[in-house]
């Protein structure tokens, strides 16, 4: 698996989550990670995107409940959900540029 996604989960509606994304060796070099999520029935859509210089980029729905964050030294990529409601719920996928290559994706589902 070259994008190792995880952190999905039940979680109840007011809730949090956090995921993590990180890349294998092969793909360690990275300009842009970020996270994407498919709701059932719905397109993919952007959640939130991060450059190697650490600049973020929110969908304006995710802004304020949503943070997206790095850690260097691991190579990872977070994404912090607070306030979670049952509209969240999705399959969320970690996403790479260049590429772009996308992950596996993880479940996320929020309980009323």
């Known amino acids: 698996v070259q994008l190792q996604a995880s952190g999905g989960g039940l979680v109840q509606a007011g809730g949090s989550l956090r995921l993590s994304c990180t890349p294998s060796?092969?793909?360690?070099?990275?300009?842009?990670m970020g996270w994407y999520r498919q709701a059932p029935g719905k397109q993919r859509e952007l959640v939130a995107t991060?450059?190697?210089?650490?600049?973020?980029n929110y969908a304006n729905s995710m802004r304020g409940r949503f943070t997206i964050s790095r850690d260097g030294a691991k190579n990872t990529i977070y994404l912090q959900m607070n306030h979670l409601t049952p509209e969240d719920t999705a399959v969320y996928y970690c996403?790479?540029?260049?590429?772009?290559?996308w992950g596996q994706g993880t479940l996320v589902t929020v309980s009323s």
């Open positions: 991060i450059t190697n210089f650490g600049v973020a």
């Open positions: 060796r092969s793909i360690a070099n990275w300009s842009r």
């Open positions: 996403i790479r540029y260049p590429g772009p290559l």
